[in-house]
């Protein structure tokens, strides 16, 4: 087919491929690494078997139709997961290196160090935007050295929200719109340092224009961290990732069928299974 | 102005009505007579203590209310001479319902905040029974245990705090009488409201909405800096609410406090000194060799409770509910 060769601008592999970076890119972020990620509700097995590296400084979409264990796996990866009463959970979980299941490990430095922004934009409502960027701060009981100002203004400067906010810092967060509060969910989650982002469906619940600019943070923050991102939106997997994982359960439990660059997923995926979703066939 | 605009003709709204069957229209009649009974019921009570006792207001005015002093002699002549007030005993019940309160509801509240938040599912189960058990074990045996058991190590606890404490005017004591303190009434009482405030936290701390706990552990917090951040601001209307209810219990309660407190008619602000007063315990203590004119003074007393009584829990129910609504 000529779409090997030459990529349609408007095809998913056309959006894929115009996004593949410049080498020379210096990694910055950690690195993390599943090794045969098992995960259960009770008896009943959601997700079997993911082994899956996200290298530093990448962005990686996991992609699948709903039910196919693609959040069940993110949860995983900063032990969010176990907040389900009778979930479980077995293999590994890799950040530089280190398993962050094993025991004696403190699970409040790990969500630390691997942030999360949820489906619904989450602010708390009883505190200022100001207080909410520095939230984590408080939760965590971590003194700052530094100037909390200047903190506030560096994290919603690089959720790309500080000049629709500065000048009401100390409005209550409800007061944004639904795109505005994400940004700042994305702003809180920076605001602790992580090394990893872990974004689960985060443009779901908003209109296409916030879509495009939470797409946008994305592409800047990939350039210092390492960020994994389910999302429903085959588009917005092609234009924000590096490497696309895409999951399916048949029947049984969730499994990851594939993974490569995006460009690749998007134009000559290896299992038909893939190509049927990319495609649109099916999910 | 208008004349301008073309004015729009809209259709009457229509009633929108229906022909109820006879057996629908039975069960509603037997529903709102059970429902406006309770309603019935209270405005009876009410309006009994209210015209029984209207004579007590009368006479005694608004000294009723404010003075301290309680008398009723028969002198030479056969005639009655009285003269009522019940100032030291609002006072002193609203100190007993302060103190239950001040010791109440950081404990229940941290019961609930334990049994929300940390207790396995089993011992949560087993917990939240016992606790419900509380609010029905009888009065009078908290009573006989608080005049028992708890009166001596009460007694001890007050002279520890006075010794470090008594240069705090309302911790002080004007002679060394422990015994049957205002103190000892609220310990007892305090123990009393803690299911009620323990029960309406939980369900409060219970509705935390869970995308608002995620968010504060994904952001790496503690439990502490979780219930800090999210749990203790979503619920505290709720807490107050259930504390209002508690002092409402407080106010009301009867046979425990008149177990283990000195009833005099002196106002007493030193709240380790062995005299106090209460509405409640005053009129089962007086009630039975009450003259006839003593007896509509304790009517009259009664209504005062009635009145207090039923405006905590009218606010406590608004908060409460409002807590509720608010967190959807």
């Known amino acids: ?283 | 102005m208008s004349s301008t605009l073309i004015e729009r003709v809209l259709p009457e709204k229509r009633a929108l009505t229906t022909k109820p069957r006879p057996s629908d229209v039975a069960f509603r009649t037997v529903l709102n007579v059970m429902s406006y009974s309770s309603l019935l019921i209270l405005a009876a009570i009410g309006g009994f203590l209210a015209f029984r006792g209207f004579g007590a207001f009368k006479e005694n005015g608004f000294g009723f209310i404010t003075h301290a002093e309680w008398s009723s002699i028969v002198g030479d002549n056969g005639k009655e001479v009285s003269s009522f007030g019940m100032g030291a005993m609002i006072t002193g019940t609203l100190i007993i319902a302060t103190i239950a309160l001040f010791i109440g509801v950081p404990l229940s509240v941290l019961t609930a905040l334990f049994l929300t938040f940390y207790a396995p599912e089993r011992l949560k189960r087993a917990l939240v029974t016992v606790v419900d058990l509380m609010a029905s074990f009888p009065s009078i045996l908290y009573g006989i245990w608080g005049f028992i058991v708890l009166a001596p190590m009460a007694t001890y606890w007050a002279k520890l705090v006075y010794k470090y404490l008594g240069w705090i005017p309302f911790l002080s004591v004007p002679s060394p009488a422990f015994d049957r303190s205002p103190f000892l009434a609220g310990i007892v009482l305090s123990i009393m409201i803690i299911p009620i405030v323990t029960s309406v936290s939980r369900e409060i701390f219970a509705q935390t909405p869970l995308e608002r706990i995620q968010a504060a552990y994904a952001l790496g917090a503690t439990r502490w800096g979780m219930i800090r951040a999210v749990a203790l601001p979503f619920g505290a209307s709720g807490v107050v609410g259930g504390a209002m209810l508690g002092l409402g219990r407080a106010l009301g309660e009867t046979v425990a406090v008149y177990s283990v407190l000195n009833i005099v008619f002196k106002i007493n602000w030193h709240i380790l000194y062995g005299y106090g007063g209460n509405i409640a315990s005053m009129i089962v203590q007086k009630f039975g060799e009450a003259s006839f004119t003593e007896k509509k003074a304790l009517l009259a007393a009664g209504f005062v409770l009635f009145v207090m009584t039923l405006l905590v829990n009218m606010v406590a129910n608004t908060v409460v509910s409002r807590a509720v609504k608010s967190g959807k």
């Open chain 1, 1 to 283: 087919m000529s779409t090997e060769n030459t990529p349609q601008p408007n095809s998913l592999a056309g959006v894929a491929a115009a996004r593949v970076r410049e080498p020379g890119n210096a990694p910055l972020g950690s690195g993390l690494e599943a090794r045969g990620v098992h995960a259960w509700f009770g008896s009943h097995l959601a997700l079997e078997n993911v082994s899956l590296d996200f290298a530093a400084g990448t962005v990686t979409a996991l992609i699948g139709p709903s039910g196919c264990g693609k959040s069940t796996f993110i949860r995983t990866l900063n032990r969010m997961h176990e907040f389900i009463p009778s979930a479980a959970m077995a293999g590994e979980v890799l950040l530089d290196g280190k398993d962050i299941y094993a025991s004696g490990t403190d699970v409040t430095r790990i969500r630390l160090q691997i942030g999360m922004v949820f489906q619904k934009p989450n602010p708390f409502p009883s505190m200022t935007i100001g207080e909410n960027v520095l939230a984590g701060l408080k939760l965590a009981q971590i003194k700052y050295d530094g100037n909390k100002d200047d903190l506030m203004e560096e994290t919603l400067t690089r959720a790309g929200l500080w000049n629709e906010v500065k000048d009401r810092l100390s409005a209550h967060a409800g007061g944004l719109s639904g795109g505005q509060q994400q940004r700042l969910c994305i702003a809180r989650s920076l605001a602790v340092n992580p090394k990893v982002l872990l974004m689960d469906e985060p443009c779901s619940a908003l209109d296409p224009g916030s879509t495009l600019r939470i797409e946008d943070t994305i592409s800047q923050l990939s350039k210092t961290m390492t960020i994994v991102i389910v999302t429903h939106n085959m588009q917005q997997a092609a234009r924000v990732s590096d490497y696309t994982a895409f999951f399916l359960a048949d029947g049984g439990p969730g499994q990851m069928i594939e993974v490569g660059p995006t460009n690749e997923m998007f134009s000559r995926p290896k299992d038909q299974r893939t190509e049927n979703y990319v495609s649109g066939r099916f999910g």
